[in-house]
């Protein structure tokens, strides 16, 4: 079964740091690209960064992009997110989630989240 | 940027059909997918490659996609369908969701 727990969430003030994992298990890690979402309070859900497998190739939304880092350790089975520079408005829930490709004469033509952790509570305040 | 659309509610009896609509630009040409969620969980995929169920979930979960609208179809609605549900397609290597339906069994 798979199975993604998320940590590092909490309290930080505005312009502080926080880095968030994901530890997974249940899968082969490093088959799978990875992703973070985040829901603000009473929001809706927001993608946020989307790594690959193995870890060469990232993606960011253009509200973190410039502020904060993905990446992962396939040895750890972990998926890190480094969130800098924090303002108000990154507070939210922010999930980890599994990518589940379709794939068409071997272009990928579709991505969707098929497993999702608990999440973990970002409240950026001073 | 992509945007998709979604009604911000709907209502249905039990045992009624509900259908939630996702509207976005030249939608069909992409794969759309629906996650459900209720209530201080994390989202649940229900369907993906726009009419495909995941393994356990139920058969009254069907979905659709043709010119710029995406469909998920409820039927036989169930009081545990009640929740908010978010469609969201792949464009240019970024997930983009829906605004969200919550969708109110009465």
């Known amino acids: 079964e798979v199975q993604l727990v998320e940590s590092g969430g909490g309290l930080v003030q505005p312009g502080g740091s926080l880095r968030l994992s994901c530890a997974a298990s249940?899968?082969?890690?490093?088959?799978?690209?990875m992703n973070w979402v985040r829901q603000a309070p009473g929001k809706g859900l927001e993608w946020v960064s989307g790594?690959?497998?193995?870890?060469?190739?990232?993606y960011y939304a253009d509200s973190v992009k410039g502020r904060f880092t993905i990446s992962r350790d396939n040895s750890k089975n972990t998926l890190y997110l480094q969130m800098n520079s924090l303002r108000a408005e990154d507070t939210a829930v922010y999930y980890c989630?599994?990518?589940?490709?379709?794939?068409?004469?071997?272009?990928?033509?579709?991505?969707?989240?098929?497993?999702w952790g608990q999440g973990t509570l970002v409240t950026v305040s001073s | 940027s992509y945007e998709l659309t979604q009604p911000p509610s709907v209502s249905v009896s039990p045992g009624q059909t509900a259908s939630i609509t996702c509207s976005g630009d030249?939608?069909?040409?992409?794969?759309a997918c629906w996650y459900q969620q209720k209530p201080g969980q994390s989202p649940v995929l229900v369907i993906y490659?726009?009419?495909k169920r995941p393994s356990g979930i139920p058969e009254r979960f069907s979905g659709s996609n043709s010119g710029n609208t995406a469909t998920l179809t409820i039927s036989g609605t169930q009081a545990m369908d009640e929740a908010d549900y978010y469609c969201?397609?792949?464009?240019?290597?970024?997930?983009?969701f829906g605004t969200g339906t919550k969708v109110t069994v009465l």
């Open positions: 989630a599994k990518v589940l490709v379709t794939m068409v004469r071997g272009v990928v033509k579709g991505c969707y989240l098929d497993y």
């Open positions: 249940g899968l082969t890690f490093s088959s799978y690209a």
């Open positions: 790594i690959s497998g193995g870890g060469g190739s990232t």
């Open positions: 030249k939608l069909g040409d992409k794969y």
């Open positions: 490659q726009d009419s």
């Open positions: 969201q397609a792949w464009d240019s290597s970024r997930y983009v």
